[in-house]
């Protein structure tokens, strides 16, 4: 019975490990020193977002932390600028769009709930509008 119970604590705890994996924040200065390990990976970092473009087709913005700063390219909301966010998402050595070759994080699509606020979504040609006000 003692053994049946330490082998429940251990599978516990080795999943505990595995999903804490990808919540942990990853310093952005740590991702730009090691890019070609982090390249293609998933990350979650939380900073501060310092600027917000809205292109035709893609939207970025640039969220900083204590150890620097990086873009973000998503489908999702735009944040507003000043705002205090996480953002969980993949790394892209080599984006490119342009002619213009970045690193960046492409953040991972968020259906029904983004960044604490719920919301619905209809699709107009190629932009996403929120129906909550």
Not at 121 to 126: F, H, P, R, S, V
């Amino acid at each position: 019975m003692i053994l049946k119970f330490n082998r429940k604590i251990i599978f516990v705890i080795i999943i505990v490990i595995l999903s804490a994996n990808y919540n942990c924040i990853t310093p952005i200065k740590v991702i730009k020193k090691k890019k070609e390990k982090f390249n293609n990976r998933k990350v979650a970092i939380k900073g501060r977002v310092i600027s917000v473009v809205d292109l035709n087709d893609i939207n970025t913005f640039t969220i900083k932390d204590r150890t620097g700063f990086i873009t973000v390219v998503t489908k999702n909301y735009l944040p507003k600028r000043g705002e205090t966010i996480k953002v969980k998402g993949v790394v892209k050595d080599k984006y490119r769009y342009s002619r213009n070759i970045m690193l960046v994080i492409v953040e991972k699509k968020i259906k029904y709930k983004q960044r604490g606020r719920l919301r619905i979504e209809t699709k107009t040609g190629n932009r996403i509008k929120n129906k909550n006000n």
